[in-house]
């Protein structure tokens, strides 16, 4: 198989780090997203030694800020002169208590929906230049779960749960993909595919970190014990990004 440029946001650890190992352990050159720079050069020289790919490299921004996640794709066009793989997979299930980002924006929609699709939105020309580029989003089952979507208050200024947000930035994710795949169709753009994913439910550290409520807190501890393994959680994203099954399948949603 051709080595493949990945980008792969949020690979510190959990389903995204196992994506890296899986991809570096296959040869391809492997761009690792995260936003402290530190546990990055940790993980790459971890990816590194335990692949024997040295073409593990490191990429820092917060996703909370907009412009960190414009100045991460400005950085990327300098270094590199294409981009086959992108796979937006950094996300959370935030605080009980709605938190804004600096640039005023709900957490949860700028880190799940607003930075993936300007992600996806400024590495287009990037993902252009490869013979066969494809987009893989990480939505959630719960996007089922978010309740009656309200374009209204996509910032939850009206009602907020962390449930809510997440949910519902895992909804708009996936319509997202579907407008981006009908976009680039519209442009008659055929060499990008984008479709989204559910990874499954992951033992992780997904939400343990977020204060959620005594209860809510004390599911996630304890979902732990039955929940599957991160390199469960990782195959369906790395079969969207190198399988040549699903080459010109795009704007789709596909349970892990
Ligand atoms: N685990 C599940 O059961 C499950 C189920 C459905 C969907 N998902 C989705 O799968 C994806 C991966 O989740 P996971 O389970 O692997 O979670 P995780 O272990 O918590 O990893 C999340 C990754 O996102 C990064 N991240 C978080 N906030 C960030 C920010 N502001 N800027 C930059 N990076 C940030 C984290 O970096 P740090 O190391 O700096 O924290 C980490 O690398 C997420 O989109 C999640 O919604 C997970």
């Known amino acids: ?26 040869g391809h050159h492997v761009i690792i997203h995260g936003r402290n720079n530190t546990k990055l050069q940790t993980v790459a020289r971890e990816i590194k030694n335990a692949s024997g790919n040295n073409n593990v490299d490191i990429i820092t921004a917060d996703l909370f800020s907009l412009s960190e996640v414009k100045n991460m794709a400005d950085e990327f066009k300098r270094r590199y002169d294409r981009l086959d793989v992108l796979i937006n997979n950094a996300g959370a299930f935030l605080n009980k208590q709605r ?37 893989i989003n990480l939505s959630s089952a719960m996007h089922r779960r978010g309740g009656r979507p309200d374009l209204g208050d996509v910032q939850s200024e009206k009602k907020y749960s962390p449930a809510r947000a997440y949910g519902l930035s895992k909804l708009y994710l996936i319509w997202i993909t579907r407008y981006m795949a009908k976009q680039l169709a ?24 977020s204060d959620k409520g005594f209860i809510t807190n004390m599911i996630f501890k304890i979902a732990l014990f039955f929940m599957d393994k ?27």
Not at 197 to 209: R, Y
């Open 1 to 26: 198989m051709k080595s493949k440029i990945v980008l792969i946001t949020g690979a510190t650890q959990g389903i995204g780090k196992e994506i890296a190992l899986a991809l570096a352990n296959n």
């Open 230 to 256: 991160p390199s469960k959680g990782a195959a369906a994203s790395i079969f969207l990004a190198t399988s040549p099954e699903v080459e010109n399948i795009t704007g789709e949603f596909f349970d892990n």
């Open 186 to 209: 519209d442009k008659g753009i055929k060499n990008i595919t984008v479709n989204a994913t559910h990874p499954g439910a992951v033992a992780t550290n997904f939400g343990q970190d």
């Open 99 to 135: 938190e804004v980002t600096g640039d005023g924006l709900e957490k949860t929609m700028t880190l799940n929906l607003f930075a993936p699709f300007l992600l996806m939105k400024s590495l287009t020309d990037d993902l252009l230049k490869s013979s066969s580029a494809r987009i």
